[in-house]
């Protein structure tokens, strides 16, 4: 993606207040994957109609494996956050256009209510071909998106309803690797 001003596409506190509406009629299950992202490097984004997920490299073409995660110890990438993955519905509301979605740095976004009370930890999202599980490790926002989404984005996301709607989006880890598609649809598999 080429590097454009984020600033004149930052939306309002009202407009993000105004399409939350939306945001909370995801769906609770038979959800639908609307995007499907590549981060080949670090800020270069390759939107796919489908990509190949494996049990060892997460996203295959994703640099998830290589850039790792400086927050362990040894530097290794975070086995629970293989693929992030984002509601859609959020994703344009605070995006703007369906253009600047990849720029949240997402590989999975779903039309899918991916709340804490919907999605528990241990949940199993099931593609068909592909598996992903919901890990307890937060997904939060960062400068980065503050920067392209704007500063009321990012507020959205931390504030008590966008960490219980995780607005900023979910870590999984994959349980079954195989062919992921734009289109697909997800069976929701919650633990006990």
Known sequence: MTPEPHAPHHPSAAALADGMADV?????????????????????????????????????????????????????????????????????????????????????????????????????????????????APHTGCKKFAARFGVDALRLTADEEGKRLRLRGINTRVVRGGRLQVGDTVTVNRPG
């Open 24 to 136: 909370r009629r995801s769906p609770s299950d038979g959800g639908v994957v609307a995007l499907l992202v590549l981060r080949p490097s670090v800020d270069e984004r390759i939107v796919a109609d489908e990509v190949t997920v494996d049990v060892d490299a997460g996203v295959v073409g994703d640099d998830w494996l290589a850039r790792g995660n400086g927050r362990r110890p040894d530097g290794s990438a975070d086995p629970e956050a293989q693929v992030t993955v984002m509601n859609s519905r959020a994703a344009l509301l605070m995006a703007g256009a369906p253009e600047r979605m990849p720029l949240a740095g997402d590989q999975v976004y779903l039309d899918l209510d991916l709340s804490i009370d919907n999605l528990p930890t241990g949940t199993i999202l099931d593609f068909g071909a592909v598996a992903l599980e919901v890990t307890p």
